[in-house]
């Protein structure tokens, strides 16, 4: 990745809690660059501090110590430059798709022209087209995350925050949103930092993953996946990462 722009840099970031009156270490000395276009996924335990260290990213928590800098600046609480993609429970469901997708944008007062069609045009990106006037509660599992992907895209951010995005799916939708997902970043590139348990789905999406440690989060090691897209799961070189992978960790496969 010699002469790519970084894009977000942690620098000896650590996180603590504290619960019961003891201090709970929850992320320890955590240092990653991100670049600008790329496709990171996080890979972890259960637990790990996983969503603790995306939330400090969002800048909705502060590190106890380090510092996040996005394109070369301190980050201090939220930015707009950063979007985020749930689990779940992201949407409004009193809201259609097209609202839920225009949200943002209304909110930073774009007059509805122009913001419906920045919405249609992610809309249609993410396959919903035609179901714009659909309610969430109408939508399968898979179909509400790309109204989520939508809404994220929206926002023009530099960067993209997905937190196990499809941890809750059945496996085909999740295979089948895995490969949307990879043809919608192909598409439009944003840098993407991607959070899941799950070693395969990590290789089928990464430019590089970042393997971290059991509770508190430290950084194991990183992979570079120079795999063609979309990737093969069986092609000798995803299988020989995928066991590497797994012999230096305790997650499943
Ligand atoms: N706000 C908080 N207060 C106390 N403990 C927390 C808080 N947030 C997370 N934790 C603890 O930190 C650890 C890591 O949590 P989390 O980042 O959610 O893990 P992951 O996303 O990898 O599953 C867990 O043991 C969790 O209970
Ligand atoms: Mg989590």
């Not at 007062?109 to 993410?126: C, F, N, P």
């Not at 919903?128 to 179909?143: C, H, I, R, V, W």
């Not at 440690?213 to 430290?218: I, K, L, N, W």
Request: glycine share 6%.
């Amino acid at each position: 990745m010699d002469g790519k722009k970084i894009s977000l840099k942690l620098e000896h970031i650590s996180q603590s809690f504290i619960t019961n009156n003891k201090v709970f270490d929850a992320a320890v000395d955590v240092s990653l660059e991100v670049y600008e276009s790329e496709f990171l996924v996080i890979l972890g335990p259960g637990r790990c501090g996983k969503t603790t260290l995306l939330n400090m990213i969002a800048g909705l928590e502060k590190p106890v110590d380090g510092q996040i800098l996005l394109d070369g600046e301190e980050l201090k609480g939220s930015d707009e430059r950063i979007g985020m993609v749930f689990q779940k429970r992201a949407l409004m469901p009193w809201k259609t798709v097209m609202e839920n997708v225009e949200f943002g944008l209304k909110i930073k007062g774009m007059d509805k022209t122009e913001r419906r069609k920045i919405a249609q045009k992610y809309i249609d990106l993410v396959g919903l087209t035609g179901f714009e006037k659909a309610y969430p509660d109408q939508l399968s599992g898979g179909m509400k995350q790309r109204v989520s992907i939508a809404r994220a895209y929206s926002n023009d951010p530099h960067i993209l925050l997905m937190d196990e995005p499809f941890g809750a799916l059945d496996a085909q939708t999740r295979y089948a949103m895995e490969e949307e997902l990879q043809r919608i970043w192909q598409t439009e590139k944003r840098t993407v930092i991607f959070v899941t348990n799950n070693i395969e789905e990590a290789l089928y999406l990464a430019d590089r993953i970042v393997l971290l440690t059991e509770c508190p989060a430290h950084v194991k090691a990183v992979y570079e996946v120079n795999l063609p897209r979309p990737r093969d799961t069986v092609d000798p070189e995803f299988l020989r990462l995928r066991k590497e992978i797994s012999d230096n960790t305790d997650l499943a496969l």
